[in-house]
């Protein structure tokens, strides 16, 4: 087996920690002796261990005495700081492991290029740049957040064939069954899910992940002036963030969070990236949307077109420029494409 195999279950591993360890980076392990697998480990919860530890600790007691003999695998650089955990890079010096392979190298101040010199320097031999653009892209909303100091930033929206998103002043059904599903499972892996209030007021969404574990995104709500509606989101699991323009207040799970007219959407992402959000799924309304185009603030663009379903009294749907088209997919009559922002250097559009 190449050294990218073994990267690639990496990988895989640490795409099952994705929406549970924010604003922790998703990071896979695997400790490998003579062509067999040892070890596998991945980060699972934020706060709790990282790859590194679990995947040491998955060893079986027959293998344990291997580790010295080993290599591991890691898809991002380990840790050399203390944090919530002590510092990967010294359970691996105290296993006596003697060989690192690395995918990607960590842009946190806290770590860049600690962690490969510790352990350089601690005698490990150590091996850097292992499908890189992959590990690169496995945490694209972690390395987004530290280099933009705002969240990594998703548009969503579903369209008639003919580009309306929805019937003027009504909420509108346009995706299929299947296709809600997995915009759910959406929700389910971003921090944050954001409305403007015009979609607050004529579609009353919950705004919540039904269908996909129990973890519920944060809610967010633009707004110009403190709104005076009573929205069905303030009654759900976890906390509503509002933005306006008049007042900062907290009742109950809503936060009011007063921002300036003149840098609206800029100081709203900035107040989020200081509560820790990492990333953020935009849903409307079409306004809101092209806001979010027109400033460049966005990272991915994801566009469900139902088929056969034309609306003839409707609100035209967003204009994107400029975005590159990473993929499709047909899920019944629906069709979803997903774009990414090209001047996003974490976004890998080829």
């Not at 990594?152 to 369209?159: C, D, E, P, T, V």
């Not at 971003?190 to 129990?214: F, K, M, S």
């Not at 400033?295 to 409707?314: F, Q």
Request: proline share 4%; aromatic share 8%; charged share 20%.
């Amino acid at each position: 087996m190449t050294d990218e195999f073994y990267m690639q279950r990496c990988i895989q591993l640490a795409l099952l920690g994705k929406g549970s360890v924010a604003p922790n980076p998703l990071v896979g392990a695997v400790l490998v002796h003579e062509g067999r697998i040892i070890g596998e480990g991945y980060h699972q919860i934020y706060g709790q261990a990282h790859a590194e530890v679990n995947c040491v600790n998955s060893v079986q007691e027959a293998d344990k005495h291997l580790i010295p003999k080993s290599t591991l695998y890691v898809s991002l650089e380990p840790c050399s700081h203390f944090g919530k955990t002590p510092p990967c890079t010294n359970l691996i010096i105290d296993n006596k492991i003697p060989s690192v392979v690395i995918g990607s190298v960590d842009i946190n101040s806290a770590v860049s290029g600690k962690g490969i010199e510790r352990l350089k320097n601690a005698g490990v031999s150590v091996k850097t740049g292992i499908c890189e653009k992959e590990c690169i892209q496995l945490n694209k909303r972690f390395f987004t957040s530290l280099a933009k100091n705002r969240p990594y930033i998703i548009l969503k929206w579903a369209q008639s064939e003919n580009g309306m998103i929805a019937k003027t002043g009504e909420r509108t059904a346009i995706s299929n069954t299947y296709t809600n599903l997995e915009a759910h499972r959406w929700r389910s892996e971003e921090d944050a899910i954001l409305v403007g209030h015009h979609t607050a007021v004529t579609d009353n969404p919950q705004l919540t992940n039904r269908y996909w574990g129990d973890k519920q995104p944060v809610r967010v709500m633009l707004c110009t002036q403190l709104p005076a509606e009573d929205f069905r989101m303030y009654y759900e699991p976890g906390k509503t963030i509002i933005f306006n323009t008049e007042a900062n207040k907290e009742s109950g799970n809503k936060q009011f969070i007063k921002v300036g007219r003149e840098n609206y959407l800029n100081e709203g992402l900035q107040r989020l990236h200081e509560e820790r959000i990492q990333s953020v799924l935009v849903e409307g309304g079409s306004y809101t949307l092209q806001q979010f185009i027109n400033g460049g603030l966005w990272d991915e663009c994801r566009i469900i077109t139902a088929g056969g379903l034309v609306i003839t009294d409707g609100v035209k749907a967003p204009a994107l420029n400029k975005g590159e088209l990473l993929k499709e997919e047909q899920i019944r009559s629906d069709r979803i494409e997903y774009y990414g922002n090209p001047y996003n250097q974490f976004v890998v559009t080829d």
